[in-house]
């Protein structure tokens, strides 16, 4: 059964632009998450990681748990500092169908 919820989300994913700006949201938060488990693998916190990457604690906290603008320059110090690289790609935007396939995805009880 739909929530009010469910219902909302599903109109407001229905407009092109604010579907682009939620896939936009989530693939920076997907850069923070790669971020802090890649820090938490190696077993350091973030002042640890900041002071290897020569920037400061908040900054490495805004980036693992909001999504910002972050630029490559920045992203490479991070990626340095975890000793790991940068791997860029430009990917086809997604099909309709692929679009309901997250759509339904959401929907799904957890």
């Known amino acids: 059964m739909a ?60 980036i693992e748990n909001s999504s910002q603008n972050l630029t490559l320059n920045t992203l490479q110090r991070i990626a340095d500092a975890l000793d790991r690289k940068v791997n860029i790609e430009l990917v086809p935007k997604e099909s309709k169908r692929e679009r309901s396939a997250v759509a339904v995805a959401h929907k799904r009880p957890r």
Do not use: C, W
């Open 3 to 62: 929530t009010r919820f469910d219902r909302y989300y599903e109109r407001q994913m229905a407009n092109p632009k604010v579907r682009s700006e939620v896939q936009k949201e989530l693939a920076s938060l997907e850069v923070g998450i790669q971020i802090a488990r890649a820090r938490e693998a190696l077993h350091l916190n973030q002042t640890q990681l900041a002071a290897r990457a020569g920037m400061n604690a908040s900054k490495i906290s805004r």
